[in-house]
């Protein structure tokens, strides 16, 4: 494989940028072009996480010398990278923590959707259309026929025969 152009059709403008830069090859130390061998190619190399070095034991003779300044030791984080980088194993265990984070929300997004009854987004928004449509239609009946919306509701109830407010 190569990143150089053999091609002998009309020459396109980077083939032409090539050519005018030709009097110029002579004085740089390596080519302008160059071709990739997959010998040149490495792979990337798979280290595993080394443990941490054990703690000297504590000896006799430390303790009848004077008392030191105590070490500060700054915890690592568990799942945090080591000194040598970031491992596989802490990627793909970063991945599993994602993937888990993200069916969990997909669980709540499935289990808010399908609810039917009960103090949900979607039923809240119907509820609140419907209380704007009657509260239009109640002003526009008060607006046609002159009687407001309490006596409205008073008539509607006469009529019915569900009460009798004469």
């Not at 609140?128 to 008073?154: K, S």
Request: net charge positive.
């Amino acid at each position: 494989m190569s990143l150089c152009s053999t091609t002998m059709q009309m020459p396109t403008t980077s083939q032409r940028a090539l050519q005018r830069l030709q009097p110029l090859a002579g004085k740089r130390s390596r080519p302008l072009c160059q071709p990739i061998r997959s010998a040149d190619l490495k792979r990337p190399e798979l280290k595993r996480p080394e443990p941490p070095p054990a703690p000297p034991a504590p000896s006799a003779q430390a303790s009848t010398e004077a008392p030191q300044k105590p070490m500060e030791i700054v915890p690592q984080a568990a799942t945090g990278p080591n000194k040598a980088g970031v491992t596989v194993e802490y990627q793909r265990e970063q991945a599993k923590r994602m993937n888990k984070y993200f069916q969990g929300t997909i669980l709540q997004r499935q289990i808010t959707d399908t609810t039917v009854f009960g103090w949900t987004p979607k039923n809240e928004i119907n509820n609140g259309r419907w209380v704007m449509f009657g509260w239009m239609v109640g002003l526009l009946t008060e607006y046609a026929t002159g009687v407001d919306f309490p006596h409205q509701l008073a008539l509607m109830a006469s009529y019915l025969g569900i009460a009798d407010f004469d």
